[in-house]
């Protein structure tokens, strides 16, 4: 158990669905991401959060909206997605995003999501 | 643009066996290099390395930094079915915007008994 809980484990959805997922860390960090994990790809930043704002965008289609109501909870609304869209998005949470990830960057066990 | 490759993609190797895995990276202000295990979803992390030449151990683990090659190890003795997972290297570089981590494609350990 790393501090670091993400619902729905597993989601399939159809292309003009609309869906959230939601991410709650219990270690008191003021950062949030989450990260795309597709097959054969790298792990991909999406989103980043510190202190409830957004810091970083990495050129994520508007199709993912992601929302940080305060620095415990995490979404990623998501609406009219591809098919190519499927994959595990990974939250995590640090300490602090500015004074460096060091070894405490704890992630959840992810939202496998199947896009119909 | 900073880039993390790992290698081999993915290796199949028997109980007992020693494995070598290895992270090499291109990346503008450097400054850690960590490994992680991912065994179902959740990556756990494993070392962080900073300083070149200085192992980093645990049990049967071990990770070395070269700074010199770009490049880092993460070696596996007497290798156990329980290593079986993807494991993760992630380079933390600094760019205007702060710290960046990039990931490598991770390498897939299978280990049979």
């Known amino acids: 158990e790393t501090g670091v809980t993400q619902t729905p484990r597993h989601l399939v959805m159809g292309m003009t669905n609309k869906k959230s997922l939601k991410c709650e860390q219990h270690?008191?960090?003021?950062?949030m991401y989450w990260y795309k994990q597709s097959a054969k790809k790298p792990l991909e930043l999406m989103f980043v959060?510190?202190?409830?704002?957004?810091?970083e965008n990495n050129s994520v289609p508007s199709r993912f909206s992601p929302e940080c109501p305060n620095s415990s909870h995490l979404f990623l609304h998501l609406h009219t997605l591809q098919p190519e869209d499927s994959a595990l998005y990974l939250c995590?949470?640090?300490?602090?995003?500015?004074?460096?990830?060091?070894?405490?960057?704890?992630f959840g066990s992810g939202t496998q999501l199947s896009v119909l | 643009e900073d880039k993390v490759v790992q290698s081999p993609l993915s290796l199949v190797v028997h109980e007992g066996d020693t494995v070598t895995l290895n992270c090499s990276y291109e990346?503008?202000?450097?400054?850690?290099l960590l490994w992680y295990k991912q065994e179902k979803k959740a990556p756990t992390f494993l070392f962080m390395l900073?300083?070149?030449?200085i192992e980093k151990k645990s049990g049967r683990l071990s990770s070395i930094l070269d700074k010199k090659e770009l490049s880092s190890i993460l070696n596996i003795t007497a290798t156990q079915t329980g290593d079986s997972a993807i494991y993760l290297c992630a380079v933390e570089a600094n760019n205007n915007a702060g710290n960046m981590l990039t990931f490598g494609g991770g390498t897939r350990l299978m280990v049979k008994p």
């Open positions: 959060y510190s202190l409830e704002e957004r810091v």
């Open positions: 990346v503008t202000n450097f400054r850690s």
């Open positions: 995590a949470s640090s300490q602090d995003r500015f004074l460096g990830f060091r070894e405490k960057l704890f």
């Open positions: 270690l008191g960090h003021n950062a």
């Open positions: 900073t300083s070149s030449g």
